[in-house]
């Protein structure tokens, strides 16, 4: 069992919420850019969730976790103190950043929590980062403040405008490589770009023309996390790749992202139905 030593809201509309969790095994051995699995109890499902931070004195690791699907939903109604069953990792490969110099990164969502740690690390590192941070509405932003921390620039846009500046991340990163750009050649050595996968899509459209080496962290649907099940393949030039083992890091450039968005929305229908499931015995919520 696995304690909950802290549990708080990352934004009003209370979608998202951060997880401090007592594991040491983990704490001591995580990256950025690797990812844990975890169980609220033993009948339920596996969830993978990107690895948000660690507190290797403490012995604890952090997850931000957004209220999509019913275990997600479920593990918000858990408190400060309580337990879950299961959490197993670090899973996945760390991101690589040996020899880089200037990275942009790029957040859409809940995809900041998983680029913040990414970047994080880089600016310890000395790495000069520019983080842009996509957003639909300013009542579901996150971590302005720990972004603003780890950034040597930040941007911050919403869809509608409501928060920072208005527009795609798109449209600033294309911005931000053009004001970057001497003697014809960009200065950016790397784009990191995390969030929804029309988002990472358009992304790579962006910064394919430029020659700019373009790295998108993967969450297809997974099971086991060892690669034994293969449910999370992607097609990555032209061959096939376990995202949890050869990834979740992949070259942009190199993914099929039309079979890749195909397959995330193949079991659609059955996580609407299975998120409207109401347990007669529990009234939705998890027991203890």
Not at 64 to 88: N, P
Not at 110 to 138: L, N, Q
Not at 151 to 168: A, E, P, W
Not at 226 to 236: D, E, F, L, Y
Request: aromatic share 8%; glycine share 10%.
């Amino acid at each position: 069992m696995y304690k909950v030593v802290t549990k708080r809201f990352l934004n009003d509309a209370k979608t998202i919420c951060l997880f401090e969790i007592e594991a040491p095994y983990i704490a001591r051995h995580a990256r950025a850019g690797q990812f844990v699995i975890f169980r609220l109890d033993e009948q339920g499902e596996r969830v993978p969730v990107s690895v948000a931070g660690y507190d290797r004195e403490k012995g604890t690791v952090t997850v931000m976790v957004q209220a999509a699907g019913r275990t997600t939903k479920m593990l918000h109604t858990v408190e400060q103190g309580d337990y879950i069953s299961d959490i197993a990792g670090p899973l996945g490969k760390a991101t690589e950043m040996e020899g880089l110099k200037k990275v942009c990164v790029v957040g859409g969502g809940v995809g900041c929590a998983i680029a913040y740690p990414i970047a994080k690390e880089m600016h310890e590192r000395g790495i000069e980062v520019t983080f842009i941070a996509g957003f639909r509405s300013a009542d579901i932003v996150i971590l302005k403040d720990e972004l603003r921390e780890v950034s040597d620039k930040l941007i911050i846009c919403t869809d509608d405008g409501s928060y920072g500046k208005k527009g795609f991340t798109t449209v600033f990163l294309k911005q931000e490589i053009e004001s970057n750009i001497i003697w014809s050649r960009p200065q950016f050595d790397r784009v990191i770009a995390i969030g929804p996968d029309i988002m990472m899509k358009f992304l790579a459209d962006v910064t394919r023309p430029y020659g700019i080496s373009t790295i998108i962290s993967l969450d297809p649907i997974m099971v086991d996390g060892t690669g034994m099940c293969g449910c999370c393949r992607v097609i990555v030039g032209g061959e096939t790749k376990f995202a949890c083992v050869d990834g979740p890091d992949f070259d942009a450039h190199q993914v099929d992202f039309d079979s890749l968005i195909k397959r995330a929305a193949f079991y659609k229908e059955e996580q609407d139905e299975a998120a409207k499931h109401i347990c007669h015995m529990t009234g939705g919520k998890r027991n203890g």
